[in-house]
């Protein structure tokens, strides 16, 4: 009976102790896991704005200091004039406009038709509807310079050479923005749409009210995807201008800076800056639509 006794008195402890060792090992484990994490998140975060950092410095040195060996990492002595040279000498306000028009153009043109067709192929039932989806996703596959002489024909054609519109035409539908939306609302569930129709919503209401606000993180991830391509920019725009005209646009002027301050490269390098500046304020603003559109299914 003692030895019983004994046996059982040492039984929990033993238990004890090989839980907290398991503990142990999975609070290591963890530590460990963490830190590969962040160090990986670190060195990516490094990577990714070193390009950035070394041009905003770049853009604060002398002429001469841009060719020292090291170059400096810091601006000790920041030349601030370069950036106001660069914004009278290179007008970059007019460009800076053209391209907001064109911008703004082209993105509530993209969203419209990317919120109309992405709820039709979602909600709507029609003949051919998956073909017409698959046309869709192909014109994905089809690089803007296979289409690029077409579009400069046509537009020129119908008269909108050297035009806003002109600008603006041949993006007006995406098919990555259908393909998007029409994803986002596939995942609002069917007991709402039929709730609405008992409540007497249409199509029209159901979508206005109840479809687009709950997708809102795929149509502002949306907004944002075809801000960053249309104001970057700088083949089609240069072409369906003219290259020389009052509708060039930021990233035209930029080029024609580096042109006339060749011997100034921080000038040049103060004009990028001042020409990212929207696409910064953009992205801080939708930073969470676009983290929440981009994990949108990923959590049951």
């Known amino acids: 009976m003692a030895a019983d006794r004994t046996t059982s008195a040492v039984a929990p402890e033993t238990t004890r102790a090989a839980i907290s060792s398991d503990a142990r090992r999975a609070r290591r484990s963890r530590r460990y896991r963490l830190t590969g994490s962040y160090t990986v998140l670190t060195v990516s975060a490094i990577v990714v704005v070193l390009p950035l950092y070394i ?5 604060l040195l002398k002429e001469d200091q841009i060719a020292h060996q090291p170059p400096p990492l810091f601006p000790f002595h920041p030349q601030w004039h370069n950036y106001s040279i660069a914004w009278t000498q290179g ?9 907001l028009i064109m911008t703004v153009c082209i993105v509530i043109a993209q969203l419209v038709t990317s919120i109309l067709a992405g709820y039709a192929f979602a909600f709507l039932r029609f003949p051919f ?5 698959l046309v869709c996703l192909a014109t994905l596959m089809i690089p803007f310079e296979v289409t690029f002489i077409t579009n400069l024909t046509t537009v020129t054609s119908a008269g909108l050479f050297n035009t806003y519109a002109g600008l603006a035409v041949p993006f007006l539908a995406t098919g990555f923005g259908i393909f998007l939306l029409r994803q986002a609302f ?21 979508m206005a ?29 240069l072409v369906a201008t003219g290259g020389t005209t009052p509708l060039d646009t930021v990233q035209i002027g930029l080029k024609q800076l580096y042109g006339t301050q060749a011997d100034q490269i921080n000038v040049a390098l103060a004009g990028a ?3 990212f500046v929207p696409l910064l304020i953009l992205l801080l603003i939708f ?8 994990t949108a299914g990923a959590v049951k």
């Open 55 to 59: 041009t905003v410095v770049n853009s």
């Open 91 to 99: 007008n970059l306000g007019f460009y800076i406009r053209n391209s």
């Open 129 to 133: 509807r998956r073909t017409l989806f």
């Open 186 to 206: 596939l995942q609002i569930p069917k007991d709402l749409q039929e709730a609405a129709l008992l409540d007497g919503y249409g199509h029209w209401r159901f």
């Open 209 to 237: 009210r109840v479809a687009v606000p709950l997708a809102r993180p795929s149509v502002a991830a949306l907004g944002v995807f075809a801000f960053l391509a249309a104001w970057n920019q700088y083949l089609w725009p």
């Open 273 to 275: 800056i001042i020409a």
């Open 287 to 294: 930073q969470k639509q676009l983290v929440r559109s981009l």
